[in-house]
């Protein structure tokens, strides 16, 4: 509309979630017209991060370094293993700041429907890093979903056969929720998993 | 936290408007997670445009060719002029998609409390224009804010003295807009303006 050299830009913005062709329009003429140092150091990070940021070699979260900074970090407690789907997971998880293990990222979920089974969720290097390592529980925060929990399961066997404590975050209600704004499952898994005082 | 580097990407997709640490994380996550391909052309679209993109020598609005899309286009009617504040109010018109003629970007408009007089928003250059070309009638469609408002007033009186016709785009209830959702100050210009049927 304006030229072709905006428009692309505007196209290219909504590679980024959530950024429909209104916001797009937003940022294009936010960025073009007061922060083009902004555009620049953001052009620049996203080179340098798409160049260089690859998975942790023990734990499969993304970082540039060989080992992220937890895996790397000596005072993490060996002995606890959290099991993630995703990095953003693992970086969920260190935002609330309580957690002081270690952790595994599956980048995925079993599914069989798709193709998608053991090896391709890193189960082998699981298997390997528990071996190596003196686990001696794996706290499983795969999400509460039916591909979540069959993965969850799965990994619980192995782990179990392997002589390793397992267990799995709780779900149900989240703290300052309002059950009239909970969802139904929710609610019936927080009424089914309730614990006696 | 994950490392420098995916740090320092997610500080850098916080100069996009409306992007918060929560939008940040999740845009760089999922750009290194599931679109690399969309980082890299983004980055390439971003140092483009803010290499290439400049003013349109013409209508000032925001344009990597000496002159922009509307200006070169010889079907536009030269005859009509709409004065807005932004290359962003362009865009939204050439959206709405009815209006034929060109424009003038005014890149601001006039406060004096921050020191912007005329020369500020290129009313010399304006008036050059109004010289050297066929316009019978400029609209004005600066923002009905109070300084849009003055500025409108200040370039009526400046169009008027040199013979052109001036008009002012209509501010009301929105097509579709609820009554009851309407800012009081909208509604009590809707009914000072009123048209007698
Ligand atoms: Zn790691
Ligand atoms: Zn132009």
Redesign the interface.
């Known amino acids: 509309?304006?030229?072709?050299?905006?428009d692309?830009?505007m196209?290219?913005?909504r590679?980024?979630?959530?950024v429909g062709p209104k916001?797009a329009?937003?940022?294009?003429?936010?960025?073009?017209?007061h922060?083009?140092g902004?555009?620049?150091?953001?052009?620049?990070?996203?080179?340098?991060?798409?160049e260089?940021?690859a998975r942790c070699q023990r734990c499969r979260?993304?970082?540039?370094?060989p080992l992220?900074?937890v895996c790397s970090n000596e005072r993490r407690d060996n002995t606890l293993l959290c099991v993630v789907e995703?990095?953003?997971d693992?970086?969920a998880i260190?935002?609330a700041g309580s957690y002081q293990g270690k952790y595994f990222v599956l980048l995925g979920h079993l599914s069989p429907i798709d193709g998608v089974g053991p090896e391709d969720i890193g189960i082998d290097q699981l298997m390997t890093l528990l071996d190596a390592e003196p686990v001696s529980e794996i706290i499983l925060a795969t999400n509460p979903t039916v591909e979540g929990e069959a993965t969850a399961y799965y990994i619980s066997e192995r782990a179990r056969r392997a002589g390793i404590t397992v267990s799995r975050i709780a779900h149900g209600v989240p703290l300052g929720g309002e059950l009239e704004y909970i969802d139904g499952g929710t609610l019936a898994h927080a009424f089914s998993s309730r614990r006696t005082l």
């Open positions: 509309m304006f030229s072709p050299l905006i692309e830009l196209q290219a913005l590679c980024l979630p959530g916001s329009q937003r940022m294009a003429m936010q960025l073009l017209e922060d083009r902004g555009a620049t150091r953001l052009a620049d990070c996203l080179s340098r991060a798409v260089g940021v979260t993304l970082t540039e370094q992220c900074g995703t990095p953003a693992v970086l260190e935002q």
